[in-house]
C-alpha cells in the first residue's frame, strides 16, 4: 500500500526557516510530478510548488523566491525548503505525488508561523 510520510513541519518565528520531506513508499512506482500545497485556516488547499521528473520547477507567486523544492529520485522523496517565513504561509502542508497511475496525498504537516 502506498503511503506518504511527511515530517519537518513545526513552529517558527517570522523570517526562519523550515524543510519539509515527503518519502514515498509501499511499490510506489513511475512517479512523474512531486509537489506540495498549502491549506491555512478557513482556506482551501491552494498550490504551492511541483519539481517534474526532470526537476523543472514552478512555485506559487506568494512563496516565489522563499520557498525552493527539490527531490531525490532514488529515495522517492520530495522536500520543500521554506526560508524567511511569514505568519501568512501558516497552513497545514501536504505532499503531493503524481504517479502513472494514480494521485497521492500526504497526510499533511502543521506549519506555524508567529509573528
Known amino acids: 500500500q502506498v503511503q506518504l510520510v511527511e515530517s519537518g513541519g513545526g513552529l517558527v518565528q517570522a523570517g526562519g526557516s523550515l524543510r519539509l520531506s515527503c518519502a514515498a513508499s509501499g511499490g510506489i512506482f513511475s512517479i512523474n510530478t512531486m509537489g506540495w500545497y498549502g491549506q491555512g485556516p478557513g482556506k482551501q488547499r491552494e498550490f504551492v510548488a511541483l519539481?517534474?521528473?526532470?526537476?523543472?520547477?514552478k512555485y506559487a507567486g506568494s512563496v516565489e523566491g522563499r520557498f525552493t523544492i527539490s527531490r531525490d529520485n532514488a529515495k522517492n522523496t520530495v522536500y520543500l525548503q521554506m526560508n524567511s517565513l511569514k505568519p501568512e504561509d501558516t497552513a497545514v502542508y501536504y505532499c503531493?505525488?503524481?504517479?502513472?497511475?494514480?494521485?497521492?496525498w500526504g497526510q499533511g504537516t502543521q506549519v506555524t508561523v508567529s509573528s
Open positions: 503531493n505525488v503524481i504517479t502513472s497511475r494514480a494521485t497521492y
Open positions: 519539481i517534474t521528473t526532470s526537476s523543472t520547477t
